[in-house]
């Protein structure tokens, strides 16, 4: 199956930029999603089509991607950013409905 | 509102079966695909299954041949069966809408998981 490749944890200062970025040969073709976790709650969608904001999200959340590379940049961030992300697409040596996620980065907002 | 409610987890010996299900309300449940995803304590998401409109089902190797993905789309349900469970099956698993795209050559792939449920506790312990 592919895989994708997260940092396991990234921090940031309150109030700055962060980027959490995602590499995978899968995502050369394929898009990517982004999903924001706090603890004991379900994961909530925050980026889908490796670009796109859902309705509800902040602003400060924007995707991006190149070559084999997607990232999930949060400008400003704020304490209740502080929360585990993944990212997800697409396994592209399976199924067109099998999907593989990235191992999570844990974001810390010091 | 799209909701997605999961239920049937618990406690299960090894080696027992145990069948999840989720209502889905706020949306037309048969035009879209749905996801089983797990998650063990303290670990990352798991994607487990998929089934599509038409019924076609993908599961990941962890559970191929253990678990069974279905759905009843007049009754708006997901189903995860779930038989020859063990310790590692142990998790939170939540119900997921898919959403998709067409790529260039017109065909659907998947994009996103835009809606979760509140998932279950399955709890696999002699």
């Known amino acids: 199956s592919s895989e994708l490749t997260q940092d396991p944890a990234v921090s940031v200062a309150l109030g700055q930029t962060v980027r959490i970025t995602c590499q995978g040969d899968?995502?050369?073709?394929?898009?990517v999603s982004w999903y924001q976790q706090k603890p004991r709650q379900a994961p909530v969608l925050v980026i889908s089509?490796?670009?796109n904001r859902p309705s509800g999200i902040s602003d400060r959340f924007s995707g991006s991607y190149s070559g084999n590379t997607s990232s999930l940049t949060i400008t400003g961030a704020r304490a209740e950013d502080e929360a585990d992300y993944y990212c997800?697409?697409?396994?592209?040596?399976?199924?067109?409905?099998?999907?593989?996620f990235g191992g999570g980065t844990k974001l810390t907002v010091l | 509102e799209v909701q997605l409610a999961e239920s049937g987890g618990g406690l299960v010996q090894p080696g027992r079966s145990l069948r999840l299900s989720c209502s889905a309300s706020?949306?037309?449940?048969?035009?879209?695909?749905m996801h089983w995803v797990r998650q063990s304590p303290g670990k990352g998401l798991e994607w487990v299954s998929s089934?599509?409109?038409?019924?076609?089902?993908y599961y990941s190797d962890s559970v191929k041949g253990r678990f069974t993905i279905s759905r009843e789309n007049a009754k708006k349900s997901l189903f995860l069966q779930m038989s020859s469970l063990r310790a590692g099956d142990t998790g939170v698993y939540y119900c997921?809408?898919?959403?998709?795209?067409?790529?260039?050559?017109?065909?659907?792939?998947?994009?996103?998981?835009?809606?979760w449920g509140q998932g279950v506790l399955v709890t696999v312990s002699p």
């Open positions: 089509g490796k670009t």
């Open positions: 706020g949306f037309t449940f048969g035009s879209y695909d």
């Open positions: 997921a809408r898919g959403r998709y795209y067409f790529d260039s050559d017109d065909y659907a792939q998947f994009e996103a998981l835009d809606y």
């Open positions: 089934i599509g409109t038409a019924g076609d089902s």
């Open positions: 997800c697409s697409r396994d592209s040596s399976a199924g067109h409905l099998h999907v593989v």
């Open positions: 899968s995502l050369r073709i394929y898009h």
